[in-house]
């Protein structure tokens, strides 16, 4: 099993989190505290590029909520970019 790398990068007031691999319980956690991390408060959007993702289990799902609601709070945005025909279940 691959676990997810991530690449984190900032353009102007754009904040892109470029995912590779899987996103389980074994590393949302983790993954979450990333991007946390690499998203300021003068940032106004997240975007969470899941592309080169090929697995989201339910920890990896409430990762991404949780994100949501948090950034929601500090007057942030996300926005989330999946391969076309991906299956969302």
Known sequence: MKLADIDIVR?????????DGEIDLSNASELAGLISE???ND????VIDLTS???????G???LFDLRDRLRTRGQ?????????????
């Open 11 to 19: 353009d102007g007031p754009t904040v892109i989190a470029r995912i």
């Open 53 to 59: 993702v090929v697995y989201v289990d339910s920890a």
């Open 77 to 89: 945005e996300i926005r989330l970019v999946v391969p076309a025909g991906a299956e969302i279940f």
């Open 43 to 46: 940032a106004l959007l997240l």
């Open 38 to 40: 690499g998203v300021p």
């Open 61 to 63: 799902i409430h990762v």
